[in-house]
Every structure is written in C-alpha cells, then in structure tokens.
C-alpha cells in the first residue's frame, strides 16, 4: 500500500482546522477542538478505527460549537478521500455494533463515491453536559459529503445520551477501519464492477 496519509487546512472566518490523519496508524490522537466532549468523541474514532488523528480547531465557540464541530467534519472527509485515494484493493464496506451498558448503535459505511447520511438516532436528552447532541449530525453530515461515502448511524437502544453518542462515534471508527482495510484477495483491482469508485 501506498502512505496513506493526509493533512487539510480549512481556513474560514468561522473557524480554522488543521488535520493530520494516517490510515495505518495505532490509534495515537492530539486533539484540541476547545470542546471537551467532542474531543472524546473523535478520540474513540482514532482509537477503535486504529487511525492515527492530530486535531487543532480554533473556533468562534463564542457563538457556539456548531461551526467547530461541522467543519472539522468537512477537514475529516477531505483528509479520508485524500487518503484513501482510488479506493484500489480495499474491502470498500465495512459495519460494526458498539455496546456501551444499555446503549447499542451500528454503523455500516460504504466508499461508494456517493454522499449520504442516514442518522437514525433519539437521544434521551438534548445535551451532555453544555453540548449540543444535534451538532453530532452535522459532523457526520460534513464528513460523508466531503469523504463521498454512503454511511448509516443508527442507535438501537440506550437511556444515557453519553452513551448513545459513544457507542455511535465507537462503530463509526470499527466500520471506517474495516472499509478501508486492504483486501488481500482484491489486489490491485476497485472494488466494484464499474471499475472506479
């Protein structure tokens, strides 16, 4: 395999992002968005998606998390499509189940070329701690669009808002490491019929 690497630098009036990302990494994460619970959320993506993640975000949090929170999901796509490039010899899906005590989520992704969210989630409460759960999808948004990938979120059950995020933002690293894992028996061929991806 190619290096498999990326960095973006997203520059707004809104806010400034600059990502590194390795596909191959161990999980290693340096994360600074300013939002506390987010970080956490994206440090369960570096770590069950074995992605190695470095992350400075520098917001208007004055207004509110939203635009820190949608934009790093927009850099996170741009650096995954960089990074993965034609897609050549890998598995293309992948899907995973996360438990965390009552909460249950699944996230299947496939490295269709084609955006789309379907987020299928009812969180217990509107916010954990000060943040707002609804910004979750917004991440998600960001990030299919600019990844092109096809990616369905859905929690099964859960009490503990907390939990239904975590288990959610966990799957969602299983699934993207398991669609972006090299297939030995696909070699150099794309991973669909077409040809391209």
Excluded: C, W
């Amino acid at each position: 395999m190619n290096n498999r690497t990326a960095t973006v630098v997203r520059n707004t009036q809104e806010t400034r992002i600059d990502l590194k990302l390795d596909l191959d990494g161990t999980g290693a994460h340096n994360l600074a968005t300013g939002i506390p619970f987010f970080d956490h959320m994206l440090a369960q993506v570096a770590r069950h998606g074995v992605i190695d993640l470095d992350i400075k975000a520098v917001g208007d949090l004055e207004v509110d998390a939203h635009h820190t929170v949608e934009d790093t999901g927009i850099v996170l796509g741009q650096a995954f499509a960089k990074a993965v490039g034609d897609k050549t010899g890998l598995y293309r899906y992948g899907h995973a189940y996360v438990p965390l005590d009552e909460a249950l989520s699944r996230a299947v992704i496939d490295l269709s070329g084609r955006p789309g969210l379907f987020y299928v989630v009812d969180y217990t409460r509107a916010r954990v701690g000060d943040f707002d759960v609804d910004l979750l999808r917004e991440f998600f948004q960001g990030f299919v669009n600019h990844a092109h990938v096809t990616v369905h979120l859905e929690n099964l059950r859960g009490e503990n808002a907390h939990h239904q995020a975590e288990t959610l933002f966990k799957a969602f690293g299983r699934a993207l490491r398991m669609a972006a894992t090299p297939d030995p028996r696909m070699g150099g061929v794309v991973p669909s019929t077409k040809g391209s991806l």
